[in-house]
Protein backbone atom coordinates (compact mmCIF):
# COMPACT_ATOMS: atom_id res chain seq x y z
CA UNK A 1 0.00 0.00 0.00
CA UNK A 2 1.49 3.49 -0.71
CA UNK A 3 1.26 5.67 2.05
CA UNK A 4 2.78 9.60 2.71
CA UNK A 5 4.87 8.68 4.69
CA UNK A 6 8.33 11.24 4.82
CA UNK A 7 10.35 10.45 1.69
CA UNK A 8 13.11 8.09 1.72
CA UNK A 9 16.34 9.25 1.87
CA UNK A 10 18.63 8.90 -1.36
CA UNK A 11 22.22 7.06 -0.73
CA UNK A 12 25.02 8.02 -2.63
CA UNK A 13 24.83 6.20 -5.66
CA UNK A 14 21.27 7.58 -6.55
CA UNK A 15 22.35 11.10 -5.33
CA UNK A 16 24.90 11.29 -7.78
CA UNK A 17 22.33 9.94 -10.37
CA UNK A 18 19.68 12.76 -9.65
CA UNK A 19 22.70 15.14 -10.14
CA UNK A 20 23.29 14.47 -13.54
CA UNK A 21 19.56 14.15 -14.46
CA UNK A 22 19.16 17.74 -12.93
CA UNK A 23 22.26 18.77 -15.06
CA UNK A 24 20.59 17.17 -18.32
CA UNK A 25 17.69 18.86 -17.45
CA UNK A 26 18.68 21.94 -16.76
CA UNK A 27 21.01 22.45 -19.59
CA UNK A 28 17.58 21.85 -21.97
CA UNK A 29 15.49 24.43 -19.07
CA UNK A 30 18.79 26.95 -20.03
CA UNK A 31 18.38 26.39 -23.56
CA UNK A 32 14.61 26.72 -23.66
CA UNK A 33 15.23 29.91 -22.22
CA UNK A 34 14.69 29.63 -18.53
CA UNK A 35 11.28 28.01 -18.68
CA UNK A 36 9.94 24.20 -19.90
CA UNK A 37 6.34 22.88 -19.98
CA UNK A 38 5.98 20.35 -17.50
CA UNK A 39 5.52 18.03 -20.13
CA UNK A 40 9.04 18.48 -21.45
CA UNK A 41 10.46 18.43 -18.21
CA UNK A 42 8.66 15.37 -17.31
CA UNK A 43 9.61 13.87 -21.06
CA UNK A 44 13.17 13.99 -19.88
CA UNK A 45 12.47 13.07 -16.13
CA UNK A 46 11.14 10.04 -17.11
CA UNK A 47 12.45 9.04 -20.83
CA UNK A 48 16.01 10.53 -21.11
CA UNK A 49 18.01 7.69 -22.67
CA UNK A 50 20.31 6.16 -19.86
CA UNK A 51 18.98 8.73 -17.03
CA UNK A 52 15.51 8.85 -17.15
CA UNK A 53 13.27 6.89 -14.63
CA UNK A 54 12.14 4.76 -17.29
CA UNK A 55 15.43 4.01 -18.97
CA UNK A 56 17.86 3.97 -16.15
CA UNK A 57 18.08 1.10 -13.66
CA UNK A 58 16.43 2.25 -10.79
CA UNK A 59 14.51 -0.88 -9.22
CA UNK A 60 10.28 -0.03 -9.83
CA UNK A 61 8.25 -2.41 -9.35
CA UNK A 62 7.03 -4.78 -7.03
CA UNK A 63 7.08 -4.74 -2.85
CA UNK A 64 10.70 -3.75 -2.74
CA UNK A 65 10.17 -0.66 -5.37
CA UNK A 66 8.31 2.44 -5.86
CA UNK A 67 4.82 1.15 -6.62
CA UNK A 68 2.72 -2.52 -7.02
CA UNK A 69 0.78 -2.71 -10.36
CA UNK A 70 -1.87 -5.73 -11.00
CA UNK A 71 0.35 -8.25 -12.45
CA UNK A 72 2.88 -7.98 -9.28
CA UNK A 73 -0.17 -8.30 -7.18
CA UNK A 74 -1.92 -10.97 -8.05
CA UNK A 75 -1.80 -13.35 -11.29
CA UNK A 76 -5.60 -13.57 -11.57
CA UNK A 77 -4.96 -10.19 -13.08
CA UNK A 78 -3.00 -11.68 -16.36
CA UNK A 79 -5.20 -14.49 -16.38
CA UNK A 80 -8.22 -12.42 -16.54
CA UNK A 81 -6.65 -10.19 -19.15
CA UNK A 82 -5.63 -13.35 -20.95
CA UNK A 83 -9.44 -14.67 -21.05
CA UNK A 84 -10.48 -11.50 -23.00
CA UNK A 85 -7.66 -11.75 -25.12
CA UNK A 86 -8.44 -15.57 -26.13
CA UNK A 87 -12.38 -14.29 -26.90
CA UNK A 88 -10.78 -11.59 -29.24
CA UNK A 89 -8.41 -13.99 -31.02
CA UNK A 90 -11.05 -16.42 -31.71
CA UNK A 91 -13.26 -13.90 -33.31
CA UNK A 92 -10.57 -12.79 -35.14
CA UNK A 93 -9.33 -16.79 -36.06
CA UNK A 94 -6.31 -16.04 -34.56
CA UNK A 95 -3.36 -13.13 -34.55
CA UNK A 96 -0.59 -11.26 -31.67
CA UNK A 97 -0.74 -9.73 -29.32
CA UNK A 98 1.58 -6.36 -28.98
CA UNK A 99 2.29 -4.93 -25.12
CA UNK A 100 3.50 -1.57 -24.57
CA UNK A 101 5.68 -1.01 -21.70
CA UNK A 102 5.24 -4.99 -19.80
CA UNK A 103 6.89 -3.84 -16.40
CA UNK A 104 8.19 -6.50 -14.51
CA UNK A 105 6.91 -8.86 -17.13
CA UNK A 106 4.19 -10.62 -15.16
CA UNK A 107 1.44 -9.65 -17.24
CA UNK A 108 2.96 -11.38 -19.93
CA UNK A 109 3.97 -14.43 -18.17
CA UNK A 110 0.21 -15.13 -17.23
CA UNK A 111 -1.91 -14.00 -20.33
CA UNK A 112 0.61 -16.36 -22.64
CA UNK A 113 0.43 -19.00 -19.68
CA UNK A 114 -3.33 -18.65 -19.43
CA UNK A 115 -3.86 -18.96 -23.10
CA UNK A 116 -1.84 -21.68 -23.31
CA UNK A 117 -3.72 -23.56 -21.13
CA UNK A 118 -6.80 -22.72 -22.77
CA UNK A 119 -5.20 -24.15 -25.90
CA UNK A 120 -5.21 -20.52 -27.80
CA UNK A 121 -1.91 -18.93 -27.67
CA UNK A 122 -0.87 -16.57 -30.00
CA UNK A 123 1.25 -16.78 -32.93
CA UNK A 124 3.61 -13.98 -31.70
CA UNK A 125 3.50 -12.24 -28.63
CA UNK A 126 6.01 -8.68 -28.74
CA UNK A 127 6.61 -6.04 -26.22
CA UNK A 128 7.84 -2.86 -27.18
CA UNK A 129 9.75 -1.64 -23.65
CA UNK A 130 12.03 1.64 -24.03
CA UNK A 131 13.78 0.66 -20.55
CA UNK A 132 16.62 -1.82 -20.73
CA UNK A 133 16.61 -2.43 -17.29
CA UNK A 134 13.01 -4.06 -17.91
CA UNK A 135 13.98 -5.55 -20.74
CA UNK A 136 16.33 -7.64 -19.14
CA UNK A 137 13.92 -8.04 -15.99
CA UNK A 138 10.91 -9.12 -18.42
CA UNK A 139 13.88 -11.76 -20.39
CA UNK A 140 14.39 -12.78 -16.99
CA UNK A 141 10.18 -13.56 -15.48
CA UNK A 142 9.24 -15.37 -19.19
CA UNK A 143 12.36 -17.44 -18.78
CA UNK A 144 10.20 -19.23 -16.84
CA UNK A 145 7.81 -19.93 -19.85
CA UNK A 146 7.85 -23.68 -21.48
CA UNK A 147 10.39 -23.52 -24.62
CA UNK A 148 7.99 -23.01 -27.28
CA UNK A 149 5.85 -20.37 -25.78
CA UNK A 150 8.46 -18.39 -24.77
CA UNK A 151 10.15 -18.81 -28.42
CA UNK A 152 6.99 -16.47 -29.53
CA UNK A 153 7.90 -13.32 -27.57
CA UNK A 154 9.95 -10.70 -28.75
CA UNK A 155 10.98 -7.41 -28.06
CA UNK A 156 10.95 -4.18 -30.33
CA UNK A 157 12.85 -1.09 -30.36
CA UNK A 158 10.06 0.91 -31.91
CA UNK A 159 6.38 0.23 -33.20
CA UNK A 160 6.31 -2.25 -35.38
CA UNK A 161 5.61 -0.58 -39.51
CA UNK A 162 3.73 -3.88 -40.96
CA UNK A 163 0.33 -4.69 -40.27
CA UNK A 164 -0.99 -7.28 -37.56
CA UNK A 165 -4.04 -8.56 -36.45
CA UNK A 166 -4.39 -9.37 -32.35
CA UNK A 167 -4.62 -6.96 -29.93
CA UNK A 168 -2.65 -3.86 -27.99
CA UNK A 169 -2.11 -4.19 -24.30
CA UNK A 170 -1.41 -1.28 -21.96
CA UNK A 171 -1.71 -1.74 -18.03
CA UNK A 172 -0.39 1.64 -16.32
CA UNK A 173 0.76 3.51 -19.53
CA UNK A 174 -1.63 6.15 -19.98
CA UNK A 175 -0.71 8.05 -16.88
CA UNK A 176 2.79 7.96 -17.59
CA UNK A 177 2.26 10.06 -21.05
CA UNK A 178 3.76 13.48 -20.57
CA UNK A 179 1.38 16.15 -19.77
CA UNK A 180 1.04 19.92 -19.51
CA UNK A 181 -0.06 21.27 -16.21
CA UNK A 182 -2.61 24.52 -16.07
CA UNK A 183 -3.97 26.88 -13.54
CA UNK A 184 -7.25 29.20 -13.81
CA UNK A 185 -6.88 32.51 -12.95
CA UNK A 186 -9.12 35.31 -12.53
CA UNK A 187 -10.15 37.24 -15.97
CA UNK A 188 -11.31 40.02 -16.56
CA UNK A 189 -14.77 41.14 -14.61
CA UNK A 190 -17.27 39.63 -15.81
CA UNK A 191 -15.14 37.24 -17.93
CA UNK A 192 -14.59 33.19 -16.93
CA UNK A 193 -11.03 32.49 -15.75
CA UNK A 194 -8.07 32.59 -17.76
CA UNK A 195 -5.83 29.90 -18.33
CA UNK A 196 -2.18 30.18 -17.68
CA UNK A 197 0.80 27.23 -18.06
CA UNK A 198 2.21 25.71 -14.90
CA UNK A 199 5.61 25.06 -16.32
CA UNK A 200 8.97 24.49 -14.77
CA UNK A 201 12.16 27.41 -13.68
CA UNK A 202 15.44 27.13 -11.53
CA UNK A 203 15.36 28.87 -8.32
CA UNK A 204 19.30 28.94 -7.86
CA UNK A 205 19.12 25.27 -5.78
CA UNK A 206 16.02 23.32 -7.74
CA UNK A 207 13.63 23.09 -9.97
CA UNK A 208 10.42 25.00 -8.99
CA UNK A 209 6.76 25.95 -10.86
CA UNK A 210 6.65 28.77 -13.18
CA UNK A 211 3.52 30.04 -14.50
CA UNK A 212 3.48 31.69 -17.84
CA UNK A 213 0.76 32.79 -19.88
CA UNK A 214 -0.53 29.20 -21.80
CA UNK A 215 0.02 28.83 -25.37
CA UNK A 216 -2.81 28.62 -27.63
CA UNK A 217 -2.70 24.88 -27.74
CA UNK A 218 -3.28 24.57 -24.45
CA UNK A 219 -5.95 26.84 -23.89
CA UNK A 220 -7.94 25.96 -26.70
CA UNK A 221 -7.77 22.33 -24.78
CA UNK A 222 -8.26 24.09 -21.46
CA UNK A 223 -11.08 26.28 -22.65
CA UNK A 224 -12.42 23.05 -24.89
CA UNK A 225 -12.79 20.47 -22.08
CA UNK A 226 -13.94 23.29 -19.58
CA UNK A 227 -17.24 24.58 -21.79
CA UNK A 228 -17.67 20.67 -21.28
CA UNK A 229 -17.85 20.36 -17.40
CA UNK A 230 -21.21 20.33 -15.31
CA UNK A 231 -19.27 23.34 -13.17
CA UNK A 232 -16.80 25.94 -14.65
CA UNK A 233 -12.88 26.06 -13.77
CA UNK A 234 -12.81 28.34 -10.45
CA UNK A 235 -10.01 30.74 -10.22
CA UNK A 236 -7.33 29.35 -8.65
CA UNK A 237 -8.17 25.85 -10.18
CA UNK A 238 -4.72 23.70 -11.22
CA UNK A 239 -5.31 20.46 -13.17
CA UNK A 240 -3.32 18.65 -15.97
CA UNK A 241 -4.30 17.69 -19.80
CA UNK A 242 -2.03 15.75 -21.79
CA UNK A 243 -1.36 17.18 -25.37
CA UNK A 244 0.09 14.33 -26.78
CA UNK A 245 -2.25 11.67 -26.33
CA UNK A 246 -3.65 12.42 -29.49
CA UNK A 247 -0.77 11.99 -31.81
CA UNK A 248 0.80 9.11 -29.33
CA UNK A 249 -2.67 7.12 -29.62
CA UNK A 250 -3.18 6.96 -33.61
CA UNK A 251 0.78 6.21 -33.48
CA UNK A 252 0.51 3.03 -31.35
CA UNK A 253 -2.66 1.95 -32.64
CA UNK A 254 -2.22 2.77 -36.38
CA UNK A 255 -0.44 -1.18 -36.82
CA UNK A 256 -3.42 -2.50 -35.35
CA UNK A 257 -5.31 -3.65 -38.77
CA UNK A 258 -8.13 -5.72 -36.79
CA UNK A 259 -8.36 -6.07 -33.49
CA UNK A 260 -8.92 -4.36 -30.15
CA UNK A 261 -6.47 -2.28 -27.85
CA UNK A 262 -7.24 -2.49 -24.17
CA UNK A 263 -5.99 0.36 -21.45
CA UNK A 264 -5.97 -0.67 -18.27
CA UNK A 265 -5.37 2.52 -15.59
CA UNK A 266 -6.29 4.86 -12.50
CA UNK A 267 -8.75 7.73 -14.09
CA UNK A 268 -12.00 9.00 -14.54
CA UNK A 269 -14.70 10.16 -17.49
CA UNK A 270 -13.73 13.78 -18.17
CA UNK A 271 -16.57 15.34 -15.78
CA UNK A 272 -15.86 13.76 -12.88
CA UNK A 273 -11.88 14.08 -13.51
CA UNK A 274 -12.45 18.23 -13.50
CA UNK A 275 -15.04 18.31 -10.70
CA UNK A 276 -14.36 20.90 -7.82
CA UNK A 277 -13.36 18.52 -5.12
CA UNK A 278 -10.50 17.74 -7.71
CA UNK A 279 -9.88 21.50 -8.01
CA UNK A 280 -6.22 21.23 -7.04
CA UNK A 281 -5.38 18.25 -9.75
CA UNK A 282 -3.92 14.66 -9.34
CA UNK A 283 -0.38 15.28 -10.32
CA UNK A 284 1.47 12.24 -8.29
CA UNK A 285 4.86 11.65 -7.48
CA UNK A 286 5.90 7.95 -6.43
CA UNK A 287 9.17 6.98 -4.06
CA UNK A 288 9.46 3.54 -2.59
CA UNK A 289 5.91 2.78 -2.23
CA UNK A 290 5.36 6.32 -1.35
CA UNK A 291 3.19 8.98 -2.78
CA UNK A 292 3.66 12.36 -2.48
CA UNK A 293 3.39 15.61 -4.88
CA UNK A 294 6.58 17.36 -5.32
CA UNK A 295 8.32 16.70 -8.83
CA UNK A 296 11.60 18.28 -8.30
CA UNK A 297 12.82 16.21 -5.93
CA UNK A 298 14.44 12.55 -6.45
CA UNK A 299 15.03 13.65 -10.01
CA UNK A 300 15.02 10.53 -12.34
CA UNK A 301 14.32 8.08 -9.88
CA UNK A 302 10.48 8.82 -8.94
CA UNK A 303 7.83 8.02 -11.15
CA UNK A 304 5.24 10.72 -12.39
CA UNK A 305 1.62 10.82 -13.08
CA UNK A 306 -1.59 12.07 -13.61
CA UNK A 307 -5.11 10.27 -13.80
CA UNK A 308 -6.53 9.69 -17.25
CA UNK A 309 -8.84 11.68 -18.96
CA UNK A 310 -10.90 8.74 -19.73
CA UNK A 311 -13.29 11.08 -22.53
CA UNK A 312 -10.06 12.24 -24.03
CA UNK A 313 -9.06 8.85 -24.61
CA UNK A 314 -12.47 7.93 -26.36
CA UNK A 315 -12.37 11.15 -28.62
CA UNK A 316 -8.60 10.51 -29.65
CA UNK A 317 -10.05 6.89 -30.50
CA UNK A 318 -12.91 8.39 -32.90
CA UNK A 319 -10.55 10.91 -34.77
CA UNK A 320 -8.17 7.58 -35.47
CA UNK A 321 -10.88 5.53 -36.89
CA UNK A 322 -11.18 3.00 -33.45
CA UNK A 323 -14.59 2.30 -32.23
CA UNK A 324 -15.06 2.48 -28.43
CA UNK A 325 -16.03 -1.16 -27.61
CA UNK A 326 -16.41 -0.60 -23.99
CA UNK A 327 -15.53 1.05 -20.70
CA UNK A 328 -15.89 -0.31 -17.24
CA UNK A 329 -14.43 -0.63 -13.67
CA UNK A 330 -11.29 -2.95 -13.23
CA UNK A 331 -13.49 -4.71 -11.20
CA UNK A 332 -16.35 -5.34 -13.54
CA UNK A 333 -14.10 -5.99 -16.11
CA UNK A 334 -12.48 -8.68 -14.41
CA UNK A 335 -15.08 -10.27 -12.59
CA UNK A 336 -16.76 -10.42 -16.54
CA UNK A 337 -13.83 -12.87 -17.31
CA UNK A 338 -13.83 -15.33 -14.58
CA UNK A 339 -12.22 -14.07 -11.88
CA UNK A 340 -13.74 -16.52 -9.28
CA UNK A 341 -12.68 -19.24 -11.47
CA UNK A 342 -8.97 -17.40 -11.85
CA UNK A 343 -9.16 -17.28 -8.14
CA UNK A 344 -9.73 -20.95 -7.52
CA UNK A 345 -7.29 -21.91 -10.20
CA UNK A 346 -4.42 -20.10 -8.52
CA UNK A 347 -5.39 -21.10 -5.18
CA UNK A 348 -5.46 -24.28 -6.00
CA UNK A 349 -1.51 -24.34 -7.66
CA UNK A 350 -3.47 -24.37 -11.41
CA UNK A 351 0.02 -23.76 -13.23
CA UNK A 352 2.30 -23.32 -10.20
CA UNK A 353 2.69 -23.86 -6.25
CA UNK A 354 -1.30 -23.24 -4.77
CA UNK A 355 -1.56 -20.10 -2.84
CA UNK A 356 -3.26 -20.22 0.66
CA UNK A 357 -4.00 -16.53 0.47
CA UNK A 358 -4.47 -16.01 -3.36
CA UNK A 359 -8.14 -14.72 -2.76
CA UNK A 360 -7.27 -12.08 -0.38
CA UNK A 361 -4.59 -11.13 -2.61
CA UNK A 362 -6.82 -11.13 -5.65
CA UNK A 363 -9.47 -8.87 -4.02
CA UNK A 364 -7.47 -5.93 -3.60
CA UNK A 365 -7.89 -5.98 -7.87
CA UNK A 366 -11.75 -5.45 -6.89
CA UNK A 367 -12.91 -3.85 -3.75
CA UNK A 368 -13.81 -0.40 -4.25
CA UNK A 369 -11.17 1.16 -1.31
CA UNK A 370 -8.37 -0.91 -3.90
CA UNK A 371 -7.76 -1.32 -7.25
CA UNK A 372 -11.20 -2.38 -8.14
CA UNK A 373 -12.79 1.62 -8.48
CA UNK A 374 -10.29 3.57 -8.90
CA UNK A 375 -9.11 1.80 -12.30
CA UNK A 376 -10.71 1.30 -15.38
CA UNK A 377 -10.35 -0.82 -18.38
CA UNK A 378 -11.32 0.81 -22.03
CA UNK A 379 -11.50 -1.26 -25.02
CA UNK A 380 -10.88 -0.12 -28.61
CA UNK A 381 -11.58 -1.99 -31.57
CA UNK A 382 -10.65 -1.53 -35.56
CA UNK A 383 -12.35 -3.82 -37.74
CA UNK A 384 -13.48 -6.64 -34.63
CA UNK A 385 -16.94 -6.79 -34.15
CA UNK A 386 -16.26 -9.85 -30.95
CA UNK A 387 -18.80 -9.29 -28.07
CA UNK A 388 -16.44 -8.51 -24.62
CA UNK A 389 -17.11 -10.24 -21.96
CA UNK A 390 -15.22 -7.86 -19.90
CA UNK A 391 -18.00 -5.39 -20.29
CA UNK A 392 -20.60 -7.54 -20.35
CA UNK A 393 -21.77 -6.80 -16.77
CA UNK A 394 -21.69 -3.02 -16.80
CA UNK A 395 -20.65 -0.81 -19.82
CA UNK A 396 -20.12 2.76 -18.40
CA UNK A 397 -19.38 3.90 -21.86
CA UNK A 398 -22.58 6.44 -21.78
CA UNK A 399 -20.44 8.38 -18.65
CA UNK A 400 -17.58 9.06 -20.80
Same mark, same amino acid.
Not at 46 to 52: D, E, F, N, Q, V
Not at 129 to 137: D, G, K, Q, V, W
Not at 283 to 305: E, I, K, M, W
Given at each position: ?????? /??????? %???????????????????????????????????????????? !????????????????????????????????????????????????? /?????????????????????????????????????????????????????????????????????? /???????????????????????????????????????????? !??????????????????? %????????????????????????????????????????????????????????????????????????????????????????????????????????????????? !?????? !??????????????????????????????????????????
Amino acid at each position: MLTRLP /LAPLDAD %ERAHESRVVAHIRAALDAAGGWLPFADYMDLALYAPGLGYYCAG !AHKLGAGGDFVTAPELSPVFGRCVATQCAEVLAALGGGEILELGAGSGR /LALEVLAELARQGAPPARYRILEPSPELRARQARTLAALPTPLGARVAWLERLPQEPYAGLLLANEVLDA /LPFECFRCRPGAAGAPPAVEALGVGWDGQRFAWRAAPAGSALAR !AVTGLAAQLPQPFAAGARG %EVCLRLPAWLAAVTAPLAAGVALFIDYGLPRAELYAPERAGGTLACFHRQRRHDDPFVNVGLQDLTAWVDFTRVAAAALECGLAVAGYTTQALFLLGNDFDRHVAAVAAGAGG !APEPLA !AGRAARLVLPGEMGERFKAIALARRCEAALRGFALRDLTFRL
